[in-house]
Protein backbone atom coordinates (compact mmCIF):
# COMPACT_ATOMS: atom_id res chain seq x y z
CA UNK A 1 0.00 0.00 0.00
CA UNK A 2 1.31 3.01 -0.80
CA UNK A 3 2.70 5.72 1.70
CA UNK A 4 3.08 8.86 -0.20
CA UNK A 5 0.43 11.59 1.06
CA UNK A 6 -2.73 12.71 -0.17
CA UNK A 7 -2.99 15.77 -1.87
CA UNK A 8 -5.12 17.29 1.06
CA UNK A 9 -2.16 16.58 3.64
CA UNK A 10 -0.04 19.34 3.76
CA UNK A 11 3.80 18.60 4.29
CA UNK A 12 5.75 20.40 6.10
CA UNK A 13 9.28 21.42 4.53
CA UNK A 14 10.83 18.53 6.46
CA UNK A 15 8.14 16.08 5.18
CA UNK A 16 6.38 16.06 8.25
CA UNK A 17 2.72 15.01 7.96
CA UNK A 18 1.07 18.67 9.65
CA UNK A 19 -2.48 17.29 9.62
CA UNK A 20 -5.62 18.69 7.68
CA UNK A 21 -6.63 21.10 10.66
CA UNK A 22 -3.44 22.96 10.19
CA UNK A 23 -3.18 26.56 8.97
CA UNK A 24 -1.74 27.50 5.80
CA UNK A 25 1.57 28.06 4.66
CA UNK A 26 2.45 31.81 4.77
CA UNK A 27 4.86 31.71 1.34
CA UNK A 28 7.61 34.43 1.08
CA UNK A 29 6.59 37.20 -0.81
CA UNK A 30 8.96 38.38 -3.56
CA UNK A 31 10.66 40.84 -1.54
CA UNK A 32 11.14 38.97 1.28
CA UNK A 33 12.89 36.25 -1.38
CA UNK A 34 15.04 39.25 -3.02
CA UNK A 35 16.22 39.81 0.51
CA UNK A 36 17.01 35.83 1.45
CA UNK A 37 19.60 36.00 -1.59
CA UNK A 38 21.33 39.21 -0.65
CA UNK A 39 21.42 39.44 3.35
CA UNK A 40 24.26 41.76 2.95
CA UNK A 41 21.49 44.09 1.55
CA UNK A 42 19.36 42.78 4.45
CA UNK A 43 22.05 44.19 7.14
CA UNK A 44 22.83 47.41 5.33
CA UNK A 45 18.95 48.20 5.50
CA UNK A 46 19.18 47.08 8.83
CA UNK A 47 21.86 49.44 9.78
CA UNK A 48 20.08 52.46 7.38
CA UNK A 49 16.84 52.02 9.08
CA UNK A 50 18.07 52.07 12.57
CA UNK A 51 20.24 55.10 12.12
CA UNK A 52 17.39 56.79 11.15
CA UNK A 53 15.24 55.94 13.54
CA UNK A 54 17.88 56.83 16.59
CA UNK A 55 18.14 60.17 14.98
CA UNK A 56 14.43 60.87 14.65
CA UNK A 57 14.32 60.02 18.16
CA UNK A 58 16.21 62.66 19.23
CA UNK A 59 13.88 65.36 17.00
CA UNK A 60 11.06 63.84 18.83
CA UNK A 61 12.16 64.01 22.49
CA UNK A 62 13.01 67.33 21.44
CA UNK A 63 9.04 68.33 20.94
CA UNK A 64 8.70 67.78 25.17
CA UNK A 65 9.34 70.60 26.45
CA UNK A 66 10.56 69.21 29.92
CA UNK A 67 12.81 67.48 27.66
CA UNK A 68 12.85 63.86 29.13
CA UNK A 69 14.96 61.04 27.65
CA UNK A 70 12.96 59.84 24.90
CA UNK A 71 14.72 56.30 25.53
CA UNK A 72 13.19 56.02 28.21
CA UNK A 73 9.60 57.57 27.89
CA UNK A 74 8.91 56.05 24.01
CA UNK A 75 10.12 53.20 22.17
CA UNK A 76 7.74 53.03 19.15
CA UNK A 77 11.23 53.75 16.97
CA UNK A 78 13.45 50.88 18.68
CA UNK A 79 10.81 48.54 18.84
CA UNK A 80 8.84 48.40 15.53
CA UNK A 81 12.07 48.89 13.28
CA UNK A 82 13.72 45.32 14.77
CA UNK A 83 10.22 43.74 14.15
CA UNK A 84 9.55 44.79 10.61
CA UNK A 85 13.04 43.90 9.41
CA UNK A 86 12.60 40.31 11.25
CA UNK A 87 9.28 40.17 9.54
CA UNK A 88 11.00 40.76 6.08
CA UNK A 89 13.65 38.10 6.41
CA UNK A 90 12.95 34.41 5.26
CA UNK A 91 15.48 32.91 8.04
CA UNK A 92 15.16 32.93 11.44
CA UNK A 93 19.02 33.59 12.08
CA UNK A 94 18.80 37.04 9.12
CA UNK A 95 15.47 38.22 11.54
CA UNK A 96 17.48 37.90 14.79
CA UNK A 97 20.77 39.88 12.89
CA UNK A 98 18.80 42.62 11.05
CA UNK A 99 16.94 43.15 14.71
CA UNK A 100 19.78 43.19 16.38
CA UNK A 101 22.02 45.15 13.66
CA UNK A 102 18.48 47.70 13.91
CA UNK A 103 17.97 48.08 17.39
CA UNK A 104 21.72 48.45 18.08
CA UNK A 105 22.15 51.29 14.98
CA UNK A 106 19.74 52.96 16.96
CA UNK A 107 20.75 53.44 19.74
CA UNK A 108 24.64 54.23 18.29
CA UNK A 109 22.51 57.26 15.91
CA UNK A 110 20.24 58.50 19.14
CA UNK A 111 23.91 58.84 21.10
CA UNK A 112 25.71 60.65 17.81
CA UNK A 113 22.83 63.15 17.79
CA UNK A 114 22.33 63.82 20.87
CA UNK A 115 26.21 64.79 21.26
CA UNK A 116 25.35 67.21 18.48
CA UNK A 117 22.08 68.60 19.05
CA UNK A 118 21.65 67.91 23.13
CA UNK A 119 23.72 69.18 25.99
CA UNK A 120 22.77 67.67 29.30
CA UNK A 121 22.82 63.70 27.95
CA UNK A 122 24.57 61.74 30.06
CA UNK A 123 26.96 59.45 28.32
CA UNK A 124 27.53 57.18 31.04
CA UNK A 125 23.57 55.58 30.30
CA UNK A 126 24.98 54.45 26.65
CA UNK A 127 26.56 51.49 28.70
CA UNK A 128 23.20 50.21 29.35
CA UNK A 129 21.81 50.74 26.48
CA UNK A 130 23.93 49.66 23.79
CA UNK A 131 23.76 45.74 25.20
CA UNK A 132 20.44 46.00 25.70
CA UNK A 133 20.07 47.15 21.62
CA UNK A 134 22.27 44.16 20.92
CA UNK A 135 20.08 41.85 22.72
CA UNK A 136 16.46 43.52 22.53
CA UNK A 137 16.89 43.60 18.78
CA UNK A 138 17.54 40.19 18.25
CA UNK A 139 14.72 39.08 20.18
CA UNK A 140 12.11 41.38 18.60
CA UNK A 141 13.77 40.36 14.97
CA UNK A 142 13.37 36.67 15.83
CA UNK A 143 9.60 37.57 17.12
CA UNK A 144 9.31 39.61 13.69
CA UNK A 145 9.89 36.27 11.86
CA UNK A 146 7.68 34.43 13.89
CA UNK A 147 4.95 36.50 12.17
CA UNK A 148 4.72 34.23 9.56
CA UNK A 149 5.19 31.15 11.69
CA UNK A 150 2.10 28.05 10.81
CA UNK A 151 1.77 28.00 14.75
CA UNK A 152 -1.25 30.38 16.06
CA UNK A 153 0.54 30.28 19.65
CA UNK A 154 3.65 31.16 17.85
CA UNK A 155 2.34 33.95 16.07
CA UNK A 156 0.43 35.32 19.19
CA UNK A 157 3.38 35.68 21.39
CA UNK A 158 5.57 37.19 18.41
CA UNK A 159 2.98 40.35 18.69
CA UNK A 160 2.25 40.10 22.26
CA UNK A 161 5.56 40.77 22.93
CA UNK A 162 6.06 44.08 21.25
CA UNK A 163 2.58 45.51 21.38
CA UNK A 164 3.61 44.68 25.37
CA UNK A 165 6.21 46.50 25.34
CA UNK A 166 4.78 49.42 23.56
CA UNK A 167 2.37 49.22 25.69
CA UNK A 168 3.65 49.48 28.90
CA UNK A 169 5.54 52.37 27.72
CA UNK A 170 2.71 54.25 26.44
CA UNK A 171 1.05 53.80 29.77
CA UNK A 172 4.28 55.21 31.38
CA UNK A 173 3.99 58.54 29.58
CA UNK A 174 0.53 59.02 29.98
CA UNK A 175 0.78 58.08 33.84
CA UNK A 176 4.12 60.61 33.48
CA UNK A 177 2.10 63.29 31.11
CA UNK A 178 -0.84 63.28 34.00
CA UNK A 179 1.82 63.77 37.23
CA UNK A 180 3.47 66.67 35.64
CA UNK A 181 0.19 68.67 33.87
CA UNK A 182 0.11 67.75 30.90
CA UNK A 183 3.19 68.86 29.78
CA UNK A 184 6.19 65.76 30.34
CA UNK A 185 5.59 64.30 26.60
CA UNK A 186 4.57 65.72 23.88
CA UNK A 187 1.27 64.13 22.29
CA UNK A 188 3.43 63.51 19.17
CA UNK A 189 5.39 61.19 20.94
CA UNK A 190 2.19 58.99 22.13
CA UNK A 191 0.55 59.05 18.86
CA UNK A 192 3.79 57.74 17.23
CA UNK A 193 3.66 54.93 19.55
CA UNK A 194 0.15 54.12 18.78
CA UNK A 195 0.62 54.51 14.94
CA UNK A 196 3.70 51.90 15.01
CA UNK A 197 1.51 49.61 17.61
CA UNK A 198 -1.58 49.53 14.99
CA UNK A 199 0.81 48.71 12.54
CA UNK A 200 2.27 45.43 14.29
CA UNK A 201 -1.14 44.56 14.41
CA UNK A 202 -1.86 44.71 11.44
CA UNK A 203 0.92 42.32 9.92
CA UNK A 204 -0.43 39.57 12.12
CA UNK A 205 -2.71 36.99 10.18
CA UNK A 206 -6.08 36.53 11.32
CA UNK A 207 -8.62 38.35 13.43
CA UNK A 208 -9.00 35.90 15.71
CA UNK A 209 -5.22 36.06 16.39
CA UNK A 210 -4.80 39.90 16.58
CA UNK A 211 -7.36 39.75 19.25
CA UNK A 212 -5.42 36.52 20.99
CA UNK A 213 -2.06 39.16 20.43
CA UNK A 214 -3.88 41.88 22.19
CA UNK A 215 -5.07 39.32 25.33
CA UNK A 216 -0.95 37.72 24.83
CA UNK A 217 0.12 41.81 25.42
CA UNK A 218 -2.14 42.14 28.17
CA UNK A 219 -0.74 39.50 30.20
CA UNK A 220 2.40 40.39 29.46
CA UNK A 221 2.12 43.58 31.24
CA UNK A 222 2.93 43.12 34.87
CA UNK A 223 6.42 41.17 33.97
CA UNK A 224 7.50 43.90 31.28
CA UNK A 225 6.75 46.72 33.61
CA UNK A 226 8.65 45.20 36.40
CA UNK A 227 11.52 44.26 33.72
CA UNK A 228 11.31 48.19 32.49
CA UNK A 229 11.69 48.73 36.37
CA UNK A 230 14.67 46.94 36.37
CA UNK A 231 16.23 48.59 33.38
CA UNK A 232 15.45 51.93 34.84
CA UNK A 233 17.50 51.40 37.99
CA UNK A 234 20.28 50.05 36.00
CA UNK A 235 20.30 53.27 33.92
CA UNK A 236 19.99 55.23 37.00
CA UNK A 237 22.93 53.09 38.33
CA UNK A 238 25.09 53.30 35.18
CA UNK A 239 24.71 56.96 34.77
CA UNK A 240 26.71 57.40 38.13
CA UNK A 241 24.07 59.80 39.79
CA UNK A 242 23.56 57.73 43.07
Same mark, same amino acid.
Given at each position: MSTDPTPSTPMSPTGRNLGRNSPPADPPSAVRLFLDRRPALLLALSAAVGLA $??????LVDGLSSDGLPFLEWSVGLYVAPPVLLGWSAVRP?? *? !? *??? +? %??? /? +??? %??HLATAHLTVDDYNLLEYRVWVPLGFAMGALLGFAGNGFHS &? +? !??? &?? =????LPLGLLAVFLWVSVQAQADSG? !???? @?? *? %? #? /???? %?ALGLL? /? $? &???? !? &? =??ALLCAA??? /? @??? =???FC #? =??LVWWASGDH
Amino acid at each position: MSTDPTPSTPMSPTGRNLGRNSPPADPPSAVRLFLDRRPALLLALSAAVGLA $CGALAVLVDGLSSDGLPFLEWSVGLYVAPPVLLGWSAVRPWA *A !T *AAG +S %LAY /L +SAV %LAHLATAHLTVDDYNLLEYRVWVPLGFAMGALLGFAGNGFHS &R +S !TTV &RV =FAAGLPLGLLAVFLWVSVQAQADSGG !TAVH @PG *A %L #L /LDGI %LALGLLA /L $C &RGWA !T &R =FKALLCAAALG /L @PLA =FGQFC #L =FVLVWWASGDH
